[in-house]
């Protein structure tokens, strides 16, 4: 390997460490889809607080443009009704079917249609902090907890 | 030396950006900077932000273009008028956007500069590829 290969190759691990794994333990990542900016915000804050990495999406669409872009995600917390052309339930059937390793969690007020969904969790609006993440911590375990190679 | 400061009086910074995958390292490196980040994908979103009297927004940071009903120079010009203690930016570019917020990240002094502005654009540049790589 030459030297210059060797440096592109540590400032992309540095790129992966800093953005996505930024503080000295490696902690688990959550993608936050919701289109309710105040919504949206609170619950990603919360985990942030919780010590959890929370990336944010308005919509499905970005969701699954974050996805693509190969970003480290552990979870997806997201709504069921969403704007645009795909709602939460195809988020979910997406991840299910291109990124089985990662877990979903439900939030939404809208729940019948979809009550044979694939999630490992569901809570209906408004939402409980402190249950969610109850149960974000037992479904991320800090045991568990791996960077971008580590899993 | 961060997290010493309450979390509730970190100043807050508004990113105000429709593409995801910008908005979302500008945030993440302005919350390594120390900041308090809220992130609105477009001007109505940041109106409904700024008009929460508890979220208290020190710096609006918006994209110059944005989808929706105003765009970036609206939105500031707005807030020009209607909320004059607070700053707003403008980026019109990725790269300005990156550059913005290495000095955001030198001002707010909570924390040291966690890394250099030029690996967010690199990071963006890369991010934005992946798009093209799969549409």
């Known amino acids: ?151 | 030396v961060k997290k010493e400061i309450p979390f509730e009086s970190v100043p807050t910074i508004l990113v105000v950006e429709d593409d995801v995958l910008i908005r979302m390292p500008i945030a993440s490196y302005l919350r390594e900077c120390g900041y308090r980040v809220v992130e609105a994908a477009d001007a109505d979103e940041a109106l409904t932000v700024l008009a929460v009297n508890e979220i208290q927004i020190s710096v609006v940071f918006a994209a110059a273009e944005l989808t929706g009903s105003m765009d970036g120079f609206s939105l500031c010009q707005w807030v020009h008028k209607n909320l004059p203690g607070t700053k707003t930016v403008l980026a019109g570019t990725p790269k300005r956007a990156a550059d913005i917020a290495g000095e955001l990240c030198e001002e707010g002094s909570q924390a040291a500069k966690p890394y250099a502005s030029e690996l967010v654009e690199d990071l963006i540049r890369r991010l934005l590829a992946t798009r093209t790589d799969t549409s």
């Open chain 1, 1 to 151: 390997m030459t030297s210059s290969v060797r440096a592109v190759a540590a400032r992309e691990a540095y790129i992966q460490q800093v953005l996505f794994d930024s503080e000295e333990a490696p902690k688990h990542t959550i993608l936050v889809v919701e289109d309710d900016v105040l919504i949206r915000h609170h619950i990603a804050d919360q985990l942030r607080l919780a010590g959890f990495g929370a990336i944010e999406a308005d919509n499905a669409d970005e969701a699954l443009t974050i996805l693509i872009a190969k970003t480290h995600i552990d979870l997806v917390i997201t709504d069921i009704r969403l704007p645009g052309d795909t709602n939460g339930a195809d988020l979910i059937r997406w991840i299910r079917r291109r990124a089985p390793e990662i877990k979903t969690v439900v939030v939404s007020a809208y729940l019948d249609p979809y009550w044979d969904l694939p999630v490992d969790a569901v809570f209906t609006k408004p939402i409980r902090i402190d249950a969610l993440l109850r149960r974000l911590r037992e479904l991320l375990p800090p045991a568990e907890q791996a960077g971008p190679n580590g899993r």
